[in-house]
């Protein structure tokens, strides 16, 4: 499988804090995308970096990519309990033509008031 | 607003029939649009690659005459689960490549099959 693995699967925090995911993926890649989910709703794009760049911001969000290492990290800054979601990185990988996104298993994170 | 556009939202069948799924590109035209699976608490896992004009391409495991795919317009995709039963209940989302690297994702669409 060529899905990506993020960690840490579940993290809980409070209110105000950073909340920081990891993603880890297997193949090269054109670029590297964070996706937010809802519980039992659609995606929302979060942001996208490109494989040759190493860091970006939007917003209270950060994301960095080491494509040495294969791994991209999002940070969230002063978390509020609206951040309550499922956190998906998604990569778009070469051996699919940069066709196909194959999505990381994901963080479901908890920010509590 | 929504650019992609699923439908039906919810759907319950009864275990022996067909259902299908619609996603629709609101504002743009998509070659290629591609269907997921997510099963509660976990990823989505890609089930195929829809392409206007020509057959659906498949991923490893997925049985192709039980997900029919139709992508008969550059505006529209279908998912037909046919002979659903209930380990097919599952949320489907459905997505739609806009430009190089733009991908909009359906709003997904919930099957339970009694």
């Known amino acids: 499988s060529q899905q990506g693995e993020e960690d840490p699967q579940a993290l809980s925090i409070q209110e105000g804090e950073n909340a920081t995911m990891n993603c880890s993926y297997k193949?090269?890649?054109?670029?590297l995308q964070w996706y937010r989910q809802n519980s039992g709703r659609g995606l929302v794009h979060l942001i996208l970096i490109r494989s040759n760049e190493r860091e970006k911001h939007s917003g209270r969000l950060r994301v960095t990519l080491d494509t040495s290492k294969k791994s991209s990290s999002l940070l969230i800054t002063a978390s509020r309990a609206a951040d309550t979601a499922s956190y998906f990185c998604a990569t778009a990988a070469v051996n699919t033509g940069f066709q196909k996104l194959v999505f990381g298993t994901g963080t479901r994170l908890l920010v509590s008031p | 607003g929504a650019v992609v556009s699923q439908h039906p939202s919810w759907v319950i069948c009864k275990s022996g029939t067909s259902v299908k799924i619609e996603c629709r590109s609101l504002d743009f035209q998509a070659t290629t649009m591609f269907w997921y699976r997510q099963f509660p608490k976990q990823s989505l896992m890609l089930m195929a690659t829809?392409?206007?004009?020509?057959?659906?391409?498949?991923e490893q495991g997925v049985e192709k005459d039980k997900f029919l795919i139709n992508h008969a317009s550059l505006t529209l995709s279908t998912l037909t689960v046919t002979s659903a039963h209930p380990e097919d209940s599952s949320f489907y989302i459905c997505?739609?490549?806009?430009?190089?690297?733009?991908?909009?994702f359906g709003e997904g669409s919930w099957l339970t099959v009694v």
């Open positions: 829809s392409n206007e004009g020509s057959k659906a391409t498949y």
């Open positions: 997505s739609a490549r806009k430009g190089a690297d733009t991908i909009y």
């Open positions: 193949t090269s890649i054109n670029n």
